[in-house]
């Protein structure tokens, strides 16, 4: 077998299994968007299924053996060269799949099916008892996972390398500290000052126009309409069939202008990132974005960096207004910008601003590693999120609906492996701003005039493009000239909001 | 292994095979209605692999193992218990798919994908020239495929069994000989009276308008919208992914009544019978509509027989004139009811009112059997086509566009084995018609009230319950009393088409 015949059989493979993911991901869109109530049981089975062979497909002896084939082929290649990546991606992606045995992999999907709808009829009612014993299981099947990885140092390791590959609780302990340490007392200066004005934002917007304007609004930023759409959902995600199909959902709250608009920002972000990976990788591990945290900077740069951004505003004012002449024509320019940076603690992650944010995920990320080393009963779980909370964000919630059970993440997957992304995106966004800042100084005024191309082409190059032929660390270090570090995301927030607050902040 | 387990063990694996193809059913349902454009290319891909793995599972060695098994396990049953219908029916679908070669079945995929590209660019310019050649080698993979039959009497018939078990063409050109004698002359009869006015129903009617109104009616049908829901596609469609998910497409055109009224109609029958096959058998071979002709004859029931009767409209009309105001004002019962009923020979099978439609099945059923046979060359069927129509509808189509080109079937899977199932099923929904006449004398009156319950509930208990447990001859023998005939079809037209030209038409 020639090299070339070696690597089109393991792509061969490798494009059989993202097909099943492809069409479970087809599945699980409809599911979010149109399914009637009547489709849920016969499609949880679909769903099943189709992981249950994508599994199977990806530990096949098959699989190993194209992998050694293919590993011979590459490596006369250079280190960095998209084949050798293949390989790479491919041979870990079967390694951690041969480690978790099948009747695990079935028990876990089974298992934590039955959670979320545990959790979703227990969640209106914030009645912890009735997903305790759930979530008790999970742990336990969270450790048994964990115990298929002997070389893990912390339980959490495995799935943290699974979802930001290169990370560790350790390293990231150590990150996470260090912003902490910086952002309590800036939290705590913003939340003694008075809240900008927002009740604008809250007057009646309606449905049709609130999605005429976000449509119009990511077509501008650079959302490809030919390779994608957007649909309504509860909880709006992106979602990649394949390099020609990366659809986004929002949700519309009529009261709200920020919810709808906020949402499909965010989920653009996502989508052009997977959008503007190379087509040559498509259907291979190589045409996914890299990570968690890697997509969610995606995410973040667009909604926080760009679409909070007094230049955004400039150009998207006059739009809004057109849109809604009645409810913002008494709104200022630099009314708007205080109202959609407004800073204040508050009890729900989804709902927070920029600056409490992380705080939100430390949070989480701290009581899911203590309940993987037995330090937490699951039983003690809301006592000590309430204390958490109190602690670092000075409220307390006033139950389980807003406290411990708001968030999905726990009641419908695995405990840990999953939060950290969040705050490795918010990080690495700010640090790709300092670099757009350091090589296209012009940016903010490109984006002032409705202008972005500059903006996206720069990141297309920088991130993009590379798919998953980086590491997320190498990839870091080539987009921003660093490795990832707290500080850029500091003095973002310590410039942005002692100008809008009129305080000092930090070393600012 | 125990008699329940053997069974247990067929059903996992029909189920695994269902999963799959109910996946694939979603993909192609979102192709033909969200899907962006750029998702095509990825898409026909998965759908691709989605198909060679259902397949591959079809044929394995597992499947004939556990076919076997149950077979054993069921023998001492009563010959019409489902278990027992459950294994003929794997067993058939086994030793089918045994018969094709994976490579054959593969090359018809790649074959009938590509002439189907080329059809649908070739077709608005009635370039037949263009799809000539993919035509010749579909003839050509349709005879490798009837080959892998040798109990074959003619090369159409492994694809007839297909798709409607227990018929050939032998018995089939008893019938349709039978009833294409009756036809022509009522077809030449009606022709020459002066067709009725239908000019109102072409008026302008606002889309929104005409998608609330045909929701509305299959909704008072009995369709169950918890378990489904109606989007727009090009041609439209039934799909079913379970019995909690059957759902419909409808197209609209402002400028006829009649496109999405009695597409939503069709559709409706199609998926009121899935909506009621027992719940027990979903996800197996047993909870599908039995054949093509059975499901048609749902379709064409509520369709023609109910949805153009003078009972429906005297329920409907007023319906409609509060939709459309404007539109059908001026419009009486009797103009309505004639001008949905209007008779005129035309050169579209899909646009045929109900007396000439037999007819454009029945050249399209002798022409693929005389190519199959040898005796007509695809050089030659344009021809043939347009003297047929002569002949048959005294009309000529202009170009291939119109004539030869205007069906999908022959350019986008084999020839043979699709026809004649429309033909079956108008003639098994007239049958049913005087059926129900019989058993409930009431039904028009239950109609003309717009109560569909009475109906629906015969259908169920008649048809749709048994899913696929019966033999459709059987299933024709059990519902109506008699082996399927033409004449209560020409009955049903004679008096209808009689008293409504105020002609005598044979015997009437």
Same mark, same amino acid.
């Given at each position: 077998?020639?090299?070339?015949?070696?690597?089109?059989?393991?792509?061969?493979?490798?494009?059989?299994?993202?097909?099943?993911?492809?069409?479970?991901?087809?599945?699980?869109?409809?599911?979010?968007?149109?399914?009637?109530?009547?489709?849920?049981?016969?499609?949880?089975?679909?769903?099943?299924?189709?992981?249950?062979?994508?599994?199977?497909?990806?530990?096949?002896?098959?699989?190993?053996?194209? $992998?050694?084939?293919?590993?011979?082929?590459?490596?006369?290649?250079?280190?960095?060269?998209? *084949?050798?990546?293949?390989?790479?991606?491919?041979?870990?992606?079967?390694?951690?799949?041969?480690?978790?045995?099948?009747?695990?992999?079935?028990?876990?999907?089974?298992?934590?099916?039955?959670?979320?709808?545990?959790?979703?009829?227990?969640? #209106?009612?914030?009645?912890?008892?009735?997903?305790?014993?759930?979530?008790?299981?999970?742990?336990?099947?969270?450790?048994?996972?964990?115990?298929?990885? %002997?070389?893990?140092?912390?339980?959490?390791? #495995? +799935?943290?390398?699974?979802?930001? #590959?290169?990370?560790?609780?350790?390293?990231?302990?150590?990150?996470?500290?260090?912003?902490?340490?910086?952002?309590?007392?800036?939290?705590?200066?913003?939340?003694?000052?008075? /809240?900008?004005?927002?009740?604008?934002?809250?007057?009646?917007? /309606?449905?049709?126009?609130?999605? *005429?304007?976000?449509?119009?609004?990511?077509?501008?930023?650079?959302?490809?309409?030919?390779?994608?759409?957007?649909?309504?959902?509860?909880?709006?995600?992106?979602?990649?069939?394949?390099?020609?199909?990366?659809?986004?959902?929002?949700?519309?709250?009529?009261?709200?202008?920020?919810?709808?608009?906020?949402?499909?920002?965010?989920?653009?972000?996502? +989508?052009?990132? @997977?959008?503007? $990976?190379? !087509?040559?990788?498509?259907? =291979? !591990?190589?045409?996914?974005?890299?990570?968690?945290?890697?997509?969610?900077?995606?995410?973040?740069?667009?909604?926080?960096?760009?679409?909070?951004?007094?230049?955004?505003?400039?150009?998207?004012?006059?739009?809004?207004? *057109?849109?809604? /002449?009645?409810?913002?024509?008494?709104?200022?320019?630099?009314?708007?910008?205080?109202?959609?940076?407004?800073?204040?603690?508050?009890?729900?992650?989804?709902?927070?601003?920029?600056?409490?944010?992380? =705080?939100?995920?430390?949070?989480?990320?701290?009581?899911?590693?203590?309940? =993987?080393?037995?330090? =937490?009963?699951?039983?003690?779980? /809301?006592?000590?999120?309430?204390?958490?909370?109190?602690?670092?964000?000075?409220?307390? #919630?006033?139950?389980?609906?807003?406290?411990?059970?708001?968030?999905?993440?726990?009641?419908?997957? &695995?405990?840990?492996?999953?939060?950290?992304?969040?705050?490795?995106?918010?990080?690495?966004?700010?640090?790709?701003?300092?670099?757009? @800042?350091?090589?296209?100084?012009?940016?903010?005024?490109?984006?002032?005039?409705?202008?972005?191309?500059?903006?996206?082409?720069?990141?297309?190059?920088?991130?993009?493009?590379?798919?998953?032929?980086?590491? !997320?660390?190498?990839?870091?270090?080539?987009?921003?000239?660093? %490795? &990832?570090?707290? @500080?850029?995301?500091?003095?973002?927030?310590?410039?942005?909001?002692?100008?809008?607050?009129?305080?000092?902040?930090?070393?600012?």
């Amino acid at each position: 077998m020639s090299a070339h015949e070696a690597l089109e059989a393991l792509r061969e493979h490798l494009r059989t299994v993202q097909d099943l993911d492809a069409a479970a991901a087809v599945l699980d869109w409809d599911q979010a968007t149109y399914m009637p109530p009547g489709g849920a049981a016969a499609r949880a089975r679909q769903m099943a299924t189709l992981g249950r062979l994508a599994h199977e497909m990806r530990v096949s002896t098959r699989a190993g053996e194209r $992998i050694d084939a293919a590993a011979r082929a590459v490596e006369s290649l250079p280190e960095d060269h998209p *084949d050798r990546a293949l390989v790479r991606l491919a041979r870990r992606e079967y390694e951690r799949a041969r480690r978790v045995p099948s009747d695990l992999v079935a028990e876990i999907r089974r298992h934590t099916a039955a959670s979320y709808v545990a959790w979703t009829e227990a969640r #209106p009612r914030g009645d912890f008892a009735a997903v305790r014993p759930y979530l008790e299981r999970t742990l336990e099947l969270s450790l048994r996972y964990a115990d298929c990885f %002997p070389d893990r140092s912390h339980p959490a390791d #495995p +799935a943290i390398d699974e979802n930001d #590959p290169g990370y560790d609780v350790a390293s990231l302990r150590g990150l996470f500290a260090a912003l902490r340490e910086r952002l309590v007392p800036i939290v705590a200066t913003l939340a003694r000052r008075p /809240p900008p004005d927002d009740g604008f934002l809250r007057r009646f917007y /309606p449905r049709a126009a609130q999605l *005429d304007l976000a449509r119009h609004v990511v077509g501008a930023l650079g959302y490809d309409w030919n390779r994608g759409r957007c649909d309504l959902t509860h909880h709006p995600f992106m979602t990649r069939f394949s390099v020609g199909d990366v659809r986004i959902t929002t949700r519309v709250d009529e009261n709200d202008l920020r919810s709808c608009f906020f949402a499909c920002v965010h989920e653009c972000g996502h +989508a052009l990132y @997977e959008q503007g $990976i190379a !087509p040559d990788y498509d259907g =291979l !591990p190589l045409g996914l974005g890299v990570s968690a945290g890697v997509h969610e900077s995606q995410s973040r740069f667009w909604e926080n960096q760009i679409a909070r951004d007094e230049a955004f505003w400039r150009w998207c004012l006059p739009l809004a207004r *057109d849109a809604f /002449p009645a409810q913002l024509s008494d709104v200022s320019l630099e009314a708007l910008v205080r109202a959609v940076n407004r800073v204040e603690p508050g009890l729900i992650r989804v709902q927070a601003d920029e600056v409490t944010y992380n =705080l939100h995920v430390l949070i989480r990320f701290d009581l899911e590693c203590a309940m =993987l080393e037995g330090r =937490l009963r699951v039983a003690d779980l /809301p006592d000590a999120w309430d204390e958490r909370y109190e602690r670092d964000l000075g409220i307390r #919630p006033p139950g389980p609906r807003d406290g411990v059970m708001q968030d999905v993440h726990w009641y419908g997957g &695995l405990i840990g492996g999953y939060f950290q992304g969040y705050t490795l995106g918010n990080l690495l966004a700010a640090q790709l701003r300092e670099a757009l @800042e350091r090589e296209q100084p012009g940016w903010r005024e490109a984006v002032g005039a409705g202008s972005f191309g500059g903006l996206l082409g720069w990141l297309r190059e920088r991130v993009h493009v590379h798919g998953s032929r980086y590491e !997320p660390a190498e990839l870091v270090v080539r987009a921003t000239g660093a %490795p &990832l570090s707290v @500080e850029p995301f500091v003095r973002y927030l310590e410039r942005k909001y002692g100008s809008l607050y009129g305080v000092a902040l930090g070393s600012a």
